[in-house]
């Protein structure tokens, strides 16, 4: 089976001039990588023209976060509707750092509703910013997928995908490691399935937090993962591609 690699932009590259060279430099990667299939999240403003230049098939397009409502009187947010019509066919839901800024696990649970609704695939980040020796992460877990999924039909489960993010492995030095990311991948299965049942099965579960070239294949072949959620090693065009390369040599 293919692997997932979003490429999260985050509020990066400051010009759209680096981030056509960011994006050419992804294409020229993502097109070599043929075990992979990539979405890209660049900031907003750049998703129209970015999506509307690429003509290929290897590359989807996901919009960082956006609001729920169809419309309205929210000034600086985006609809889901206005991200389709810019290219998205995904949308990244409750990433951790929207998470520690206000985001609620009743803003995912509306904001899951309304990919749905549009046919916009969810991509719901879900993670704990600290861990204690009690395990409380597992409950705090299980109540961001209970609340995030709670207006979801079982059947809309095959469309969506859940990232296990928490906010300590972002942007450190280490990423978790591959069998913690295996319990938690278990524990994500099971939980899923006891709130949605059997169609719970078919949805893909990612891990993002500090992946690079280095850690991508232990990642993917021992973490129980169908894919990762990239940040920094996103962000260079060479650093990604030999990410991407690295997830070749496993295949
Ligand atoms: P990072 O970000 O790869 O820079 O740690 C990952 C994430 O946003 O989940």
């Known amino acids: 089976m293919k692997s997932l690699v979003v490429a999260n932009w985050k509020m990066n590259p400051p010009s759209f001039k680096e981030a056509k ?42 919009l960082q976060n956006a609001h729920s409502e169809a419309g309205g009187a929210y000034t600086g947010e ?40 549009m046919k916009i695939t969810p991509i719901l980040c879900v993670g704990e910013s600290s861990r204690n020796h009690e395990g409380a992460h597992f409950a705090l877990v299980k109540e961001q997928l209970r609340a995030g999924l709670s207006d979801v039909e079982p059947s809309g489960m095959k469309n969506l995908v859940v990232v296990y993010e928490p906010l300590w492995t972002i942007g ?37 937090g500090s992946i690079n070239e ?21 962000e260079d065009g060479e650093k990604f591609s030999a990410l991407l390369q690295a997830i070749e040599h496993i295949a």
């Open 21 to 62: 060279r960011l994006f050419a430099a992804t294409k020229k990667a993502a097109e070599s990588a043929k075990h992979t299939t990539v979405i890209v999240a660049p900031p907003a403003i750049f998703l129209r023209e970015l999506s509307s230049a690429y003509r290929g098939k290897r590359i989807s397009f996901a």
């Open 78 to 117: 985006i609809s889901l509707a206005q991200a389709t019509d810019a290219g998205a066919a995904y949308v990244v839901i409750g990433h951790a750092e929207r998470r520690a800024a206000g985001e609620t696990n009743e803003d995912t649970r509306k904001k899951v509703a309304a990919a749905l609704a």
């Open 172 to 208: 450190a030095e280490k990423a978790m490691s591959p069998r913690d990311m295996h319990e938690m991948a278990i524990f994500i299965r099971k939980s899923v399935m006891e709130l949605k049942g059997g169609t719970g099965m078919n949805t893909k579960i990612l891990y993002g």
């Open 214 to 234: 280095s850690n991508v294949a232990d990642m993917l072949r021992n973490g129980d993962v169908h894919g990762l959620l990239v940040g920094r090693a996103s």
